[in-house]
């Protein structure tokens, strides 16, 4: 199986090409608030460096939780592909990919108004759902941080979102009905967990 896998949730847009178990090419980078511009850009030169990306059989992407304009743009092109092209397609959460199946992962993406989209994994394992919390309520204590950890005073770090694809395959939710797809948000109020 050949995949395309898009990432525009949050600060960075990552394209990258998996065949079967293997990361055929990737390019990923920070481009906060750019990736609508590109998007297309990256594309194109991926497609000219590999041709075979034009031959792909199924699209993911990253559902959620994040910028609400950064969901769509990801989740818009994996809709038109798989309706010109008869494709499967496949989501992902943001922070279940950005914890990379690694133990004991505490996942943080700023949510302004000092909450953070919040997730905890432990491989396999989910100790916390995607979630919104208060800052103040957070405690990183025990965990392998991911993401914004600037915001509990500690050093940002991300993964490879290219080789998370790969290590999170597993976890690739194939959607039945792509054309009523929506992202993953926590803006409501009653979505806030204290």
């Known amino acids: 199986m050949l995949t395309l896998c898009v990432d525009t949730s949050y600060k960075y847009l990552c394209v990258c090409l998996i065949k079967d178990d293997e990361l055929v ?38 559902i959620g939780p994040g910028s609400y304009t ?10 038109v592909i798989a309706s010109i092209r008869s494709l499967d397609v496949y989501s992902i959460s943001t922070l279940r990919l950005y914890a990379d199946n690694q133990k004991n992962t505490m996942v943080l993406m700023n949510a302004r108004g000092n909450r953070a989209y919040i997730g905890i994994y432990d491989q396999d394992t989910i100790l916390l759902n995607d979630c919104v919390k208060e800052l103040k309520d957070i405690s990183a204590e025990g965990y392998n941080v991911v993401g914004d950890g600037s915001l509990l005073g500690l050093e940002d770090k991300m993964p490879s979102v290219a080789e998370a694809f790969l290590h999170t395959k597993a976890y690739w939710k194939k959607e039945e009905d792509v054309d009523h797809l929506v992202p993953m948000y926590f803006k409501e109020s009653e979505n806030y967990l204290a």
């Open 25 to 62: 090419c990737a390019k990923e980078y920070e481009c906060f608030k750019h990736q609508s511009e590109d998007l297309f850009v990256v594309l194109n030169e991926l497609a000219q460096q590999h041709p075979e990306i034009r031959e792909i059989d199924s699209v993911c992407f990253t």
């Open 70 to 79: 950064g969901l769509r743009i990801a989740m818009t092109l994996a809709k």
